[in-house]
């Protein structure tokens, strides 16, 4: 196994955790999307909130030149957004 598919196996495992973690209000389910060609990774969240729906991007992993790059971003109704979480690796 070379250094991108230890790369991708270990960040799809880490998302893969998290997604095991519960939403804990309403009913919404965490899923991890994967696309190795693109070298992306996402985890989202989808359902409902009571009468609100919930649909967004928890965290984005993206390998680029060989090296990761974490987004995770906090978007608000509003359309507004808080970006929360931006690591680039050495």
């Given at each position: 196994m070379d250094r991108l598919d230890e790369y991708r196996q270990f960040i799809e495992n880490?998302?893969?955790?998290?997604?095991?973690?519960?939403?804990?209000?309403?009913?919404?389910?965490?899923?991890?999307i994967v696309d190795r060609e693109q070298n992306n990774f996402l985890l989202i969240h989808e359902g409902w909130q009571g009468p609100q729906r919930i649909h967004g991007c928890i965290v984005?992993?993206?390998?680029?030149?060989?090296?990761?790059?974490?987004?995770?971003?906090?978007?608000?109704r509003n359309g507004n957004y808080r970006r929360t979480c931006r690591i680039r690796s050495a």
């Open positions: 880490i998302l893969d955790s998290y997604a095991q973690i519960p939403y804990p209000y309403g009913q919404v389910k965490n899923s991890v984005h992993v993206e390998i680029r030149d060989g090296r990761e790059n974490l987004d995770s971003t906090r978007w608000y």
